[in-house]
Protein backbone atom coordinates (compact mmCIF):
# COMPACT_ATOMS: atom_id res chain seq x y z
CA UNK A 1 0.00 0.00 0.00
CA UNK A 2 2.67 2.33 0.30
CA UNK A 3 2.90 3.59 -3.24
CA UNK A 4 -0.90 4.88 -2.34
CA UNK A 5 -0.23 6.61 0.56
CA UNK A 6 2.80 8.50 -1.19
CA UNK A 7 0.13 8.75 -3.93
CA UNK A 8 -2.44 10.65 -1.47
CA UNK A 9 0.46 12.64 -0.58
CA UNK A 10 -0.50 11.97 2.99
CA UNK A 11 1.61 9.26 5.80
CA UNK A 12 -1.07 7.69 6.89
CA UNK A 13 -2.45 7.62 10.65
CA UNK A 14 -3.44 3.93 11.04
CA UNK A 15 -0.04 2.70 11.90
CA UNK A 16 0.46 5.01 14.86
CA UNK A 17 -2.90 4.14 16.03
CA UNK A 18 -1.70 0.78 15.60
CA UNK A 19 1.22 1.34 17.77
CA UNK A 20 -0.49 3.45 20.48
CA UNK A 21 -3.05 0.67 21.07
CA UNK A 22 -0.54 -1.79 21.55
CA UNK A 23 1.12 0.07 24.01
CA UNK A 24 -2.04 0.88 25.74
CA UNK A 25 -3.87 -2.15 25.88
CA UNK A 26 -0.81 -4.04 27.24
CA UNK A 27 -1.16 -1.82 30.42
CA UNK A 28 -4.82 -2.50 30.60
CA UNK A 29 -4.84 -5.91 30.68
CA UNK A 30 -1.64 -6.04 33.12
CA UNK A 31 -3.38 -3.69 35.23
CA UNK A 32 -6.21 -6.15 36.26
CA UNK A 33 -3.86 -8.51 38.04
CA UNK A 34 -1.14 -5.77 38.92
CA UNK A 35 -3.39 -4.23 41.90
CA UNK A 36 -3.79 -7.55 43.74
CA UNK A 37 0.13 -8.04 42.74
CA UNK A 38 1.10 -5.22 44.57
CA UNK A 39 -0.98 -5.06 47.41
CA UNK A 40 0.25 -9.01 47.91
CA UNK A 41 4.04 -7.47 47.87
CA UNK A 42 3.43 -4.60 50.05
CA UNK A 43 2.36 -6.77 52.87
CA UNK A 44 4.94 -9.48 52.71
CA UNK A 45 7.99 -7.14 52.25
CA UNK A 46 6.13 -4.96 55.51
CA UNK A 47 6.54 -8.33 57.09
CA UNK A 48 9.89 -8.99 56.01
CA UNK A 49 11.17 -5.61 57.44
CA UNK A 50 9.07 -5.81 60.70
CA UNK A 51 11.19 -8.20 61.82
CA UNK A 52 14.44 -6.82 62.11
CA UNK A 53 12.83 -3.16 62.06
CA UNK A 54 10.06 -1.40 63.52
CA UNK A 55 8.34 0.64 60.71
CA UNK A 56 5.12 2.17 60.15
CA UNK A 57 3.23 0.72 57.27
CA UNK A 58 2.66 3.99 55.44
CA UNK A 59 6.30 4.28 55.40
CA UNK A 60 6.60 1.43 52.68
CA UNK A 61 5.80 2.61 49.55
CA UNK A 62 5.72 0.06 46.34
CA UNK A 63 4.91 1.13 42.39
CA UNK A 64 5.04 -0.53 39.34
CA UNK A 65 5.98 1.28 36.07
CA UNK A 66 5.11 -0.50 33.24
CA UNK A 67 6.93 0.01 29.83
CA UNK A 68 7.59 -1.34 26.72
CA UNK A 69 10.66 -3.16 26.83
CA UNK A 70 10.88 -3.10 30.85
CA UNK A 71 9.04 -2.79 34.16
CA UNK A 72 10.28 -1.45 37.21
CA UNK A 73 9.15 -2.16 40.74
CA UNK A 74 9.99 0.49 43.22
CA UNK A 75 10.38 -0.01 46.72
CA UNK A 76 10.58 3.02 49.09
CA UNK A 77 11.07 2.59 52.77
CA UNK A 78 11.33 5.20 55.18
CA UNK A 79 13.33 3.97 57.99
CA UNK A 80 12.83 6.54 60.85
CA UNK A 81 16.20 8.07 62.56
CA UNK A 82 15.20 6.12 65.85
CA UNK A 83 15.20 2.80 63.96
CA UNK A 84 16.52 0.30 66.64
CA UNK A 85 16.21 -3.56 65.78
CA UNK A 86 12.82 -5.02 67.07
CA UNK A 87 13.41 -6.81 70.11
CA UNK A 88 14.17 -10.65 69.39
CA UNK A 89 11.44 -12.87 70.04
CA UNK A 90 12.41 -15.27 72.54
CA UNK B 1 -28.34 -28.04 21.60
CA UNK B 2 -30.03 -24.40 21.64
CA UNK B 3 -26.77 -21.49 21.50
CA UNK B 4 -26.87 -18.69 23.02
CA UNK B 5 -24.89 -15.86 21.55
CA UNK B 6 -24.34 -12.35 22.70
CA UNK B 7 -23.66 -9.40 20.30
CA UNK B 8 -21.84 -6.85 21.99
CA UNK B 9 -19.22 -4.31 22.23
CA UNK B 10 -19.11 -1.54 24.90
CA UNK B 11 -18.53 1.50 22.74
CA UNK B 12 -22.16 2.27 21.20
CA UNK B 13 -23.34 3.10 17.31
CA UNK B 14 -20.56 0.53 16.42
CA UNK B 15 -23.31 -1.83 15.13
CA UNK B 16 -24.41 -4.28 17.33
CA UNK B 17 -28.16 -3.81 16.76
CA UNK B 18 -27.63 -3.85 12.95
CA UNK B 19 -25.58 -6.97 13.26
CA UNK B 20 -28.51 -8.81 15.39
CA UNK B 21 -31.29 -8.17 13.00
CA UNK B 22 -28.98 -9.39 10.65
CA UNK B 23 -27.11 -12.75 11.53
CA UNK B 24 -30.44 -13.23 13.62
CA UNK B 25 -32.17 -13.11 10.42
CA UNK B 26 -30.02 -14.98 8.13
CA UNK B 27 -29.72 -18.00 10.45
CA UNK B 28 -33.14 -18.04 10.59
CA UNK B 29 -33.36 -17.79 6.41
CA UNK B 30 -31.02 -20.72 6.52
CA UNK B 31 -33.96 -22.81 8.18
CA UNK B 32 -32.99 -22.11 11.83
CA UNK B 33 -35.17 -21.52 14.93
CA UNK B 34 -33.99 -18.02 15.70
CA UNK B 35 -35.15 -15.75 18.50
CA UNK B 36 -33.48 -12.24 19.26
CA UNK B 37 -33.49 -10.83 22.02
CA UNK B 38 -33.29 -6.83 23.08
CA UNK B 39 -30.88 -6.68 26.26
CA UNK B 40 -31.16 -2.55 25.49
CA UNK B 41 -33.58 -1.89 28.12
CA UNK B 42 -34.61 2.14 27.71
CA UNK B 43 -33.23 2.15 24.21
CA UNK B 44 -35.27 -0.48 22.73
CA UNK B 45 -34.19 -0.14 18.79
CA UNK B 46 -34.22 -4.10 17.53
CA UNK B 47 -38.00 -3.80 17.17
CA UNK B 48 -37.51 -0.99 15.09
CA UNK B 49 -34.54 -1.98 13.04
CA UNK B 50 -36.80 -5.14 12.49
CA UNK B 51 -39.87 -3.20 11.71
CA UNK B 52 -41.74 -5.27 14.32
CA UNK B 53 -42.36 -2.03 16.84
CA UNK B 54 -46.18 -1.97 16.65
CA UNK B 55 -47.10 -5.15 17.23
CA UNK B 56 -44.74 -5.26 20.77
CA UNK B 57 -47.37 -5.69 23.58
CA UNK B 58 -44.93 -7.55 26.03
CA UNK B 59 -41.21 -7.14 26.81
CA UNK B 60 -38.44 -8.82 27.85
CA UNK B 61 -39.16 -7.67 31.64
CA UNK B 62 -42.78 -8.02 31.55
CA UNK B 63 -41.57 -11.94 31.33
CA UNK B 64 -38.80 -11.47 33.40
CA UNK B 65 -41.28 -9.72 36.39
CA UNK B 66 -43.99 -12.46 35.34
CA UNK B 67 -46.55 -10.28 34.25
CA UNK B 68 -46.98 -12.04 31.06
CA UNK B 69 -45.84 -15.33 29.74
CA UNK B 70 -43.08 -15.29 27.37
CA UNK B 71 -45.19 -16.79 24.45
CA UNK B 72 -47.18 -13.39 24.95
CA UNK B 73 -43.99 -11.46 24.30
CA UNK B 74 -42.28 -13.56 21.65
CA UNK B 75 -43.22 -11.76 18.12
CA UNK B 76 -42.85 -13.84 15.17
CA UNK B 77 -41.94 -11.90 12.20
CA UNK B 78 -44.06 -11.85 8.80
CA UNK B 79 -41.38 -12.50 6.59
CA UNK B 80 -39.11 -15.58 7.84
CA UNK B 81 -41.20 -17.55 9.79
CA UNK B 82 -38.53 -19.52 11.80
CA UNK B 83 -37.38 -15.35 13.30
CA UNK B 84 -38.95 -14.59 16.41
CA UNK B 85 -37.92 -11.25 18.65
CA UNK B 86 -38.44 -10.43 22.16
CA UNK B 87 -38.26 -6.60 22.58
CA UNK B 88 -36.73 -4.54 25.12
CA UNK B 89 -39.15 -2.26 27.18
CA UNK B 90 -38.56 1.73 26.49
CA UNK B 91 -39.41 3.48 29.55
CA UNK B 92 -38.66 1.32 32.72
CA UNK B 93 -36.31 1.17 35.27
CA UNK B 94 -33.20 -0.70 34.11
CA UNK B 95 -32.74 -2.35 37.50
CA UNK B 96 -36.00 -4.12 36.76
CA UNK B 97 -33.71 -6.71 35.14
CA UNK B 98 -32.80 -9.74 37.68
CA UNK B 99 -30.18 -12.17 37.36
CA UNK B 100 -32.93 -14.51 38.42
CA UNK B 101 -35.39 -13.38 36.30
CA UNK B 102 -33.19 -13.39 33.07
CA UNK B 103 -31.76 -16.60 33.69
CA UNK B 104 -35.52 -18.06 33.79
CA UNK B 105 -36.13 -16.35 30.33
CA UNK B 106 -32.75 -17.69 28.83
CA UNK B 107 -33.77 -20.90 29.96
CA UNK B 108 -37.10 -20.91 28.49
CA UNK B 109 -35.81 -19.69 25.36
CA UNK B 110 -33.39 -22.75 24.98
CA UNK B 111 -36.10 -24.78 24.83
CA UNK B 112 -38.04 -23.45 22.17
CA UNK B 113 -34.69 -21.94 19.68
CA UNK B 114 -32.14 -22.99 18.31
CA UNK B 115 -30.17 -19.72 17.87
CA UNK B 116 -30.68 -17.21 21.07
CA UNK B 117 -29.33 -13.98 20.11
CA UNK B 118 -28.73 -11.05 22.70
CA UNK B 119 -28.45 -7.46 21.73
CA UNK B 120 -26.21 -5.99 24.66
CA UNK B 121 -26.25 -2.29 25.10
CA UNK B 122 -23.17 -0.25 25.21
CA UNK B 123 -21.19 -0.05 28.31
CA UNK B 124 -19.92 -2.54 30.82
CA UNK B 125 -21.88 -2.32 33.44
CA UNK B 126 -24.85 -4.07 34.74
CA UNK B 127 -26.65 -4.37 31.12
CA UNK B 128 -23.87 -5.67 29.63
CA UNK B 129 -23.17 -7.52 31.94
CA UNK B 130 -26.89 -9.58 32.08
CA UNK B 131 -26.88 -9.31 28.28
CA UNK B 132 -23.47 -11.53 28.43
CA UNK B 133 -23.89 -13.72 31.19
CA UNK B 134 -25.66 -16.81 29.81
CA UNK B 135 -23.77 -16.89 26.81
CA UNK B 136 -22.33 -19.65 24.89
CA UNK B 137 -20.39 -17.78 21.83
CA UNK B 138 -19.97 -13.83 21.57
CA UNK B 139 -19.67 -11.83 18.56
CA UNK B 140 -17.83 -8.79 19.10
CA UNK B 141 -18.37 -5.88 17.61
CA UNK B 142 -15.58 -3.87 16.20
CA UNK B 143 -15.09 -0.51 13.82
CA UNK B 144 -11.86 -0.30 12.93
CA UNK B 145 -10.83 2.90 15.38
CA UNK B 146 -9.26 3.18 18.38
CA UNK B 147 -11.67 3.77 20.69
CA UNK B 148 -13.99 0.66 19.69
CA UNK B 149 -11.08 -1.63 19.93
CA UNK B 150 -9.75 -0.52 23.01
CA UNK B 151 -13.12 -1.07 24.12
CA UNK B 152 -13.54 -4.53 22.00
CA UNK B 153 -10.83 -5.44 24.62
CA UNK B 154 -12.74 -4.83 27.59
CA UNK B 155 -15.08 -5.92 26.53
CA UNK B 156 -13.16 -9.55 25.84
CA UNK B 157 -11.88 -9.16 29.06
CA UNK B 158 -14.75 -9.78 30.79
CA UNK B 159 -16.17 -12.24 28.75
CA UNK B 160 -13.19 -14.59 29.93
CA UNK B 161 -14.19 -13.44 33.56
CA UNK B 162 -17.22 -12.49 34.62
CA UNK B 163 -19.97 -15.08 32.30
CA UNK B 164 -21.39 -17.82 33.73
CA UNK B 165 -19.33 -19.98 31.45
CA UNK B 166 -16.22 -18.23 32.69
CA UNK B 167 -17.43 -19.12 36.01
CA UNK B 168 -16.80 -22.55 35.92
CA UNK B 169 -14.03 -22.81 34.32
CA UNK B 170 -15.52 -22.92 30.81
CA UNK B 171 -14.63 -21.43 27.63
CA UNK B 172 -16.86 -18.70 25.54
CA UNK B 173 -16.33 -18.96 22.22
CA UNK B 174 -15.69 -15.27 20.85
CA UNK B 175 -15.67 -14.30 17.16
CA UNK B 176 -14.86 -10.50 16.00
CA UNK B 177 -16.79 -8.57 13.31
CA UNK B 178 -15.45 -5.87 11.77
CA UNK B 179 -17.85 -3.36 11.08
CA UNK B 180 -18.43 -0.31 9.17
CA UNK B 181 -15.30 -1.45 7.32
CA UNK B 182 -14.79 1.81 4.22
CA UNK B 183 -11.66 -0.20 1.81
CA UNK B 184 -10.71 2.67 0.25
CA UNK B 185 -10.40 4.60 3.96
CA UNK B 186 -8.41 1.66 4.85
CA UNK B 187 -6.53 1.56 1.70
CA UNK B 188 -4.99 4.89 2.00
CA UNK B 189 -4.10 4.10 5.74
CA UNK B 190 -6.81 5.71 7.17
CA UNK B 191 -7.98 3.02 9.21
CA UNK B 192 -6.61 0.41 11.57
CA UNK B 193 -5.69 -2.46 9.26
CA UNK B 194 -7.89 -5.65 9.70
CA UNK B 195 -4.43 -7.57 10.84
CA UNK B 196 -3.38 -4.75 13.00
CA UNK B 197 -7.12 -5.16 14.75
CA UNK B 198 -6.86 -9.08 14.70
CA UNK B 199 -3.59 -8.90 15.86
CA UNK B 200 -4.37 -6.94 18.79
CA UNK B 201 -7.38 -8.27 19.96
CA UNK B 202 -6.62 -11.61 18.88
CA UNK B 203 -9.75 -13.69 18.27
CA UNK B 204 -11.00 -15.29 15.15
CA UNK B 205 -12.53 -12.88 12.40
CA UNK B 206 -16.05 -13.96 11.91
CA UNK B 207 -16.54 -11.37 8.64
CA UNK B 208 -16.67 -7.59 7.32
CA UNK B 209 -19.10 -6.00 7.13
CA UNK B 210 -18.44 -3.14 5.07
CA UNK B 211 -19.57 0.68 5.43
CA UNK B 212 -22.99 0.64 3.36
CA UNK B 213 -26.30 2.85 2.40
CA UNK B 214 -27.79 -0.52 2.05
CA UNK B 215 -27.62 -0.90 5.90
CA UNK B 216 -29.13 2.38 6.33
CA UNK B 217 -32.07 1.93 3.75
CA UNK B 218 -32.85 -1.53 5.23
CA UNK B 219 -33.02 0.30 8.75
CA UNK B 220 -35.40 2.66 6.69
CA UNK B 221 -37.74 -0.45 5.95
CA UNK B 222 -37.69 -1.90 8.98
CA UNK B 223 -36.10 -4.88 7.86
CA UNK B 224 -32.63 -7.00 8.54
CA UNK B 225 -30.63 -6.16 5.44
CA UNK B 226 -30.13 -9.82 4.84
CA UNK B 227 -34.13 -9.30 3.65
CA UNK B 228 -33.67 -5.74 2.15
CA UNK B 229 -31.14 -6.61 0.19
CA UNK B 230 -29.75 -10.01 0.16
CA UNK B 231 -27.44 -10.03 -2.67
CA UNK B 232 -25.43 -6.47 -0.96
CA UNK B 233 -22.46 -6.00 -0.13
CA UNK B 234 -23.10 -6.24 3.28
CA UNK B 235 -25.36 -8.69 3.47
CA UNK B 236 -23.34 -10.75 1.55
CA UNK B 237 -21.05 -10.88 4.34
CA UNK B 238 -23.50 -11.30 7.21
CA UNK B 239 -24.22 -14.92 5.33
CA UNK B 240 -20.82 -15.43 5.33
CA UNK B 241 -20.61 -14.85 9.34
CA UNK B 242 -23.76 -16.71 9.92
CA UNK B 243 -22.06 -19.78 7.65
CA UNK B 244 -18.95 -19.31 9.90
CA UNK B 245 -20.79 -19.37 12.96
CA UNK B 246 -22.58 -22.78 12.23
CA UNK B 247 -18.92 -24.22 11.89
CA UNK B 248 -17.79 -23.76 8.21
CA UNK B 249 -14.34 -22.76 7.54
CA UNK B 250 -14.41 -19.85 4.65
CA UNK B 251 -11.90 -17.27 3.20
CA UNK B 252 -12.67 -13.69 4.68
CA UNK B 253 -13.40 -11.60 1.91
CA UNK B 254 -14.62 -8.18 1.80
CA UNK B 255 -17.93 -7.64 -0.77
CA UNK B 256 -17.99 -4.43 -2.61
CA UNK B 257 -20.74 -2.63 -4.26
CA UNK B 258 -18.50 -2.11 -7.44
CA UNK B 259 -15.25 -3.94 -9.20
CA UNK B 260 -12.44 -0.70 -8.64
CA UNK B 261 -8.50 -1.06 -8.54
CA UNK B 262 -9.31 -0.57 -4.71
CA UNK B 263 -11.21 -3.66 -4.76
CA UNK B 264 -8.67 -5.37 -6.26
CA UNK B 265 -5.71 -4.71 -4.29
CA UNK B 266 -7.76 -4.55 -1.03
CA UNK B 267 -8.75 -7.87 -1.78
CA UNK B 268 -5.44 -9.45 -1.80
CA UNK B 269 -4.79 -7.59 1.19
CA UNK B 270 -6.62 -9.25 3.49
CA UNK B 271 -5.30 -12.25 5.43
N1 LIG C 1 -22.25 -1.45 7.83
C1 LIG C 1 -22.85 -0.27 8.06
N2 LIG C 1 -22.88 0.67 7.08
C2 LIG C 1 -23.50 1.86 7.29
N3 LIG C 1 -24.11 2.20 8.43
C3 LIG C 1 -24.10 1.32 9.44
C4 LIG C 1 -23.48 0.03 9.32
N4 LIG C 1 -23.64 -0.64 10.49
C5 LIG C 1 -24.33 0.19 11.31
N5 LIG C 1 -24.63 1.36 10.70
C6 LIG C 1 -25.37 2.50 11.25
O1 LIG C 1 -24.74 2.92 12.44
C7 LIG C 1 -25.67 3.35 13.39
C8 LIG C 1 -25.48 2.56 14.69
O2 LIG C 1 -25.75 1.21 14.44
P1 LIG C 1 -26.41 0.26 15.56
O3 LIG C 1 -26.55 -1.08 14.97
O4 LIG C 1 -27.63 0.89 16.13
O5 LIG C 1 -25.23 0.28 16.64
P2 LIG C 1 -25.24 -0.16 18.19
O6 LIG C 1 -26.39 -1.10 18.38
O7 LIG C 1 -23.91 -0.80 18.37
O8 LIG C 1 -25.39 1.08 18.98
C9 LIG C 1 -27.04 3.13 12.78
O9 LIG C 1 -27.48 4.35 12.24
C10 LIG C 1 -26.77 2.14 11.68
O10 LIG C 1 -27.68 2.28 10.61
MG1 LIG D 1 -28.00 -1.04 19.81
Known amino acids: MSFLTSLFGRK ?34 LEVIKRHITVDQDKVQIKMDRGAGVSMLEIDIEVPESAKPAAKAG | ?38 F ?37 DKRVETLSILPASQTRDKDALTPEGVARVIEELREKFDWVI ?5 GIERGAQLAMYHADQAVVVTNPEVSSVRDSDRIIGML ?42 SIPLLGIIPESEEVLRASNLGMPVTLSNPTSAPARAYFEAVRRLEGETLDVSVP ?13 SVA
Not at chain 2, 9 to 21: D, E, H, P
Not at chain 2, 51 to 68: H, K, M, P, S, Y
Request: charged content about 30%; aromatic content about 2%; proline content about 2%.
Open chain 1, 12 to 45: SSAPVARDRLQILLAHERAGEGQSELIAKLQEEI
Open chain 2, 1 to 38: MAKVLVVTSGKGGVGKTTSTAALGAALAQTGKNVVVVD
Open chain 2, 40 to 76: DVGLRNLDLVMGAERRVVFDLINVVQGDAKLAQALIR
Open chain 2, 118 to 122: CDSPA
Open chain 2, 160 to 201: DSTTERAKKGEKIDKHLLLTRYDPARAARGEMLRTEDVLEIL
Open chain 2, 256 to 268: TERKGLFDWLFKR
